[in-house]
């Protein structure tokens, strides 16, 4: 009997550590799902779009009248919601853009190859002439699909285009009502694109434009933020045990980093989008590309301070150089946080001029101080990292004039309004350890950083 | 009559401009074409398969057995085969995959709804219920498709499957053989996705793990190039004006930096792949990321220095610290050759080790000599910049180690071979500076690098 009942406890076992594990697996799914929405709300939204798009193009299936126009066509009216609705109006515009011309310039020319090949009037003849022509039309166009432009734009629709002709011309084989079919394809495609864009722009937007200014400028702040927290930490830490916790910090801003693809993808979708809110159908996208690459650039040189971690230097020389570092570093943050509000509120850039050329005074009595005899006398050992750091963010106040200069020439170049930011909005900074308040200073006509 | 003269003129001078212009198209066309096919003669071949592919995929409409058999639902090979057909074997396998499983799941569960909605019998209810069904699964699959480690790899599978759902369950509403159709649909898409497969690995295969392999191999070599060419070049432009012109060295490797997507798309297509070459199925793609990760942060580093092109220094300096300085850089650039080498020819790096202590030791000299009293009376002002320098190469010297553990874990993960490279081939590297010749040394039993 042994034998029977060890089996069975097993098995009652078995099924409890089954149950539990599948409870940890679906607590496990729920918190994923909550971090995904939690992360852009945005997404339940798109996601319910999606189903709103599809239910409405299945009427021509549900109401007799449509369906008795359009027959088994509708179906591509289902398969076109499907592929081109994405998240943001400029991709799926780009889409179904891309779509409905691709579909209509094959399908011209898929009747003509029918037509041509239909003149040989043999059963041979004709499927090798048309195999021919699918041949070399589909080898050209997936070529030309390596083009990076081509690629950055048309890709999608190099690939209905391939399509559309090769369904066409081999279809048109055996079907005889070929230009019937392809009329009713391409108005049920246009027909399920329309209804994709016409959601996607009315019902909650999402812009890929507004998430890459949005991006851009935010990515600004955090490397302020960065400069600003670093210099804070670099001497508070150094004066207590001699190490820098950088690696906080660092995480934080991470992200800067890698941020390339998502900027460029988001330029590529925003040249299709119309205007919107502040911007123009034509605003200078590309401008933020140059921008973000400054960004990526001066993060860079940050991260190579990472390097700096461990400094054994006495209190005697940081008491030199912690005035005109922590007060370049400032007057860097400061520029950083003007400059990225500016591109918030789309005005011009008006003080951070200021700021860049304060921190430039700074850091010349920074090298005048590494420079001077005072040091002269000090062990090396003590004195490289730190001047090593300090030189990196020499290089850094040159890569904030020049983010200052590229962002001056997208202000020009989208008709910024005049910088009196201030007078509209009072904007709190997050930063505990300066919270900071700009406040309208009447006197001078624009905003202003006070510290209270 | 001058009126109408001078607009013949001017037609005349029209159509030559226009004919001018169309020339300068035409070759610059050209030109773009021969460069995109120069740059990986690869594509073409790819160009060609798509085009066989879509040619085998036509028979299912020219040979009339076939076309009994399948019907319209021969549409759905070839949309397959355009769809489908990716440049590389992973990405071929990895949305073939997707779309058959996906289309199988999906056309299951369609059947299912269809055959529940059809249980109300009630022409009113049953539109009602299936609208209500795509509407949720639409939206719940959208929103799953956020999901990151969904995006990476299921995402084209996740739009097959709201795609196959929608269509089984509204055409079902109006077609009554729908379980023919499903399983007539599912063969060809099966037979449409298998060809694509079978001709990407049977002719000329581009495999996605080859290349990736092959440019993390190369993203190294490139870094140990610039670390070399930069020690050569600092010291040698240095004495002459006072400058070094590094841009020349950085453009070439701006590529590194750039790296971090291309590594990540081919490492998810990596993993759908089969064995192949010297690569198991299982092999670790992922471990590839990390040293990529790592070559790109030792590559920021170095683009800092490009901060230190200034430099006024006396020859007496440059004479001390030359000697250490460039025999670390050196011993960088062949432990980073042997990395490398290893990499491509899946060995153990073997001297890579040996290169990396004596860099160690070399830079222990020169931290030495630069916190030396040798330097103490010397200008700040010279001292600092050839100082951060030579820190920021210390910290290279650090994640050249790290890049050798990395690569000496691949090597464990994937049993590589006990590295008795040179024993197969010579490897001419072609650095003018230094044409090393990789030689068989039989006293140690293992590759050394010999300077001729």
Redesign the interface.
């Known amino acids: 009997m042994n034998n029977y009942y060890i089996p069975r406890l097993a098995t009652i076992e078995g099924y409890k550590q089954l149950f539990m594990a599948l409870e940890a697996k679906v607590v496990d799914i729920v918190k994923?799902?909550k971090k995904?929405?939690n992360d852009?709300p945005r997404?339940?939204v798109?996601?319910?779009k999606?189903?709103?798009a599809?239910?409405l193009v299945?009427l021509f299936?549900?109401f007799k009248p449509l369906?008795n126009n359009f027959g088994?066509s509708?179906?591509w009216a289902?398969?076109t919601v499907?592929?081109v609705f994405e998240y943001s109006v400029g991709a799926t515009l780009g889409k179904g853009l891309n779509r409905a011309l691709a579909t209509f310039l094959a399908g011209a020319l898929g009747v003509g190859a029918h037509y041509l090949a239909n003149i040989t009037r043999n059963n041979f003849g004709e499927?090798i002439l048309?195999?021919i022509f699918?041949?070399?039309l589909?080898?050209?166009s997936?070529?030309i699909r390596?083009?990076p432009t081509v690629k950055a734009r048309y890709d999608y629709g190099m690939?209905i285009f391939?399509?559309t002709f090769?369904?066409v011309t081999?279809?048109g084989?055996?079907t005889h009502e070929i230009l019937d079919l392809a009329q009713k394809r391409l108005s049920t495609i246009a027909i399920g694109a329309s209804i994709c864009v016409i959601i996607s722009i009315v019902i909650y937007p999402v812009w890929a434009g507004e998430d890459l200014h949005k991006l851009v400028a935010q990515n600004i702040e955090k490397l302020g933020d960065f400069i600003q927290g670093f210099s804070d930490t670099y001497f508070k830490t150094l004066e207590t045990d001699g190490y820098v916790h950088l690696d906080l910090i660092l995480a934080n801003y991470k992200s800067v980093?890698?941020s390339?693809?998502s900027e460029e993808t988001l330029a590529n979708f925003s040249r299709w989008e119309p205007g919107h809110g502040a911007f123009m159908y034509s605003h200078p996208w590309k401008q933020y590309l140059i921008i973000g690459s400054l960004t990526r650039?001066c993060a860079?040189?940050i991260?190579?301070i990472n390097?700096?971690n461990k400094a054994q230097a006495s209190l005697e020389i940081f008491g030199k150089l912690q005035e005109p570092f922590s007060r370049m570093s400032m007057e860097c943050w400061k520029a950083l946080k003007e400059l990225s509000l500016a591109i918030k509120t789309t005005t011009k850039p008006s003080s951070a001029k200021q700021h860049i050329l304060n921190s430039r005074t700074a850091s010349k009595s920074l090298k005048l101080l590494?420079?001077?005899e005072i040091?002269?006398?000090i062990?090396?050992?003590q004195?490289?990292?730190l001047?090593?750091v300090a030189?990196?963010m020499i290089?850094v106040v040159d890569y904030v004039e020049k983010i200052y200069e590229a962002i001056d020439e997208l202000a020009s170049l989208a008709n910024f309004e005049n910088g009196s930011v201030s007078k509209c909005c009072h904007v709190v900074v997050d930063v505990e350890r300066l919270s900071e308040v700009i406040v309208d200073d009447q006197s001078v006509g624009k905003g202003t950083l006070v510290i209270p």
């Open positions: 994923h799902i995904t929405a852009d997404r339940v798109h996601s319910f999606v189903g709103l599809l239910t299945s299936y549900y369906y088994c509708a179906m289902i398969m499907v592929v499927p048309l195999g699918v041949f070399l589909a080898a050209a997936t070529f390596f083009f690939l391939i399509l090769s369904m081999i279809s084989y055996r980093m890698n390339k693809n650039q860079s040189r991260e190579t390097a700096y590494l420079n001077s040091l002269g006398g062990n090396m050992e004195i490289i990292p001047a090593s030189s990196i290089d």
